[in-house]
Nanobody, 126 residues
Framework: QVQLVESGGGSVQAGGALRLSCVASGNTYNYCMGWFRQAPGKEREGVVGIYTGGGTTYYADSVKGRFTISQENAKNILYLQMSSLKPEDTAMYYC????????????????????WGQGTQVTVSS
């Protein structure tokens, strides 16, 4: 059993930065962990995925070069550092843990037992 608790969302002007945090409880070793986002009226979009046991990190093209994921393993915390934010980044952001990656290297939440955080809102104004 895994529980994910997110924080760090807020409102920022275009070009600014935010850092999201995801605190995990339970065993997430060798899970794919990462972030998804969903804006009103749009489909859920995978943002970034990484295996907690170590491995390659994959980013969606829309955030590559601007977002960075990192881990603080001793405290079971996953971070998403977001910089050069754009209004198009406005969305509800969800932390996730899954046993699998999809074909693009992001977390595949359609297979096995996946877990989700409650979401944290990010709003970027022009």
């Amino acid at each position: 059993q895994v529980q994910l608790v997110e924080s760090g969302g807020g409102s920022v002007q275009a070009g600014g930065a935010l850092r999201l945090s995801c605190v995990a409880s339970g065993n997430t070793y060798n899970y794919c962990m990462g972030w998804f986002r969903q804006a009103p009226g749009k489909e859920r979009e995978g943002v970034v995925g990484i295996y907690t046991g170590g491995g390659t990190t994959y980013y969606a093209d829309s955030v590559k070069g601007r977002f960075t994921i990192s881990q603080e393993n001793a405290k079971n915390i996953l971070y998403l550092q977001m910089s050069s934010l754009k209004p198009e980044d406005t969305a509800m952001y969800y932390c996730t843990a899954s046993p699998y990656r999809d074909s693009g290297g992001l977390c595949d939440t359609t297979k096995g037992r996946s877990y989700w955080g409650q979401g944290t809102q990010v709003t970027v104004s022009s």
